[in-house]
């Protein structure tokens, strides 16, 4: 599956987690999950200085946060993952799976062998390496 996540894709985004979800109605994600993951990926991108043109290969996952420490069993919950093509984000992978109490859910960033250089590049950036 690789769905480009624009505003005219929105149907068939909301058709793959209604197919993931079956029938459970908590603990569940939603279209609108995948749109906000892509954006805030978008921005992690941005903080680290890469250029819109060189994002091409990245991907993002998200999972939510798991249960308190308190709970014994592993929580069934929607997760997802995203990737970056040349024109913008694709919904590439929705799941149903079991995470476990202290779990610590949010956004992973999947970056290239080329990204890294340019992230490595930029945290170096003004810095003289002693020997």
Request: proline residues 3%; positive net charge; contains cysteine.
């Amino acid at each position: 599956m690789k769905i480009k996540l624009t505003d005219t894709n929105r149907e068939k985004v909301e058709t793959v987690f209604t197919e993931a979800n079956g029938k459970a109605r908590a603990n569940t994600l939603r279209a609108f999950a995948a749109y906000e993951v892509a954006k805030e990926a978008e921005q992690m991108l941005e903080a680290r200085g890469i250029p819109k043109g060189k994002r091409k290969g990245a991907a993002a996952f998200y999972s939510p946060s798991g249960p308190a420490r308190a709970y014994e069993y592993a929580m069934t919950t929607t997760c997802l993952r995203i990737e970056r093509g040349a024109e913008g984000w694709h919904l590439v992978d929705v799941t149903r799976v079991g995470i476990r109490a202290g779990h610590s859910g949010g956004t992973r960033l999947i970056v290239t062998k080329p990204q890294v250089e340019i992230i490595t590049k930029r945290a170096l950036e003004g810095l003289i390496i002693a020997a």
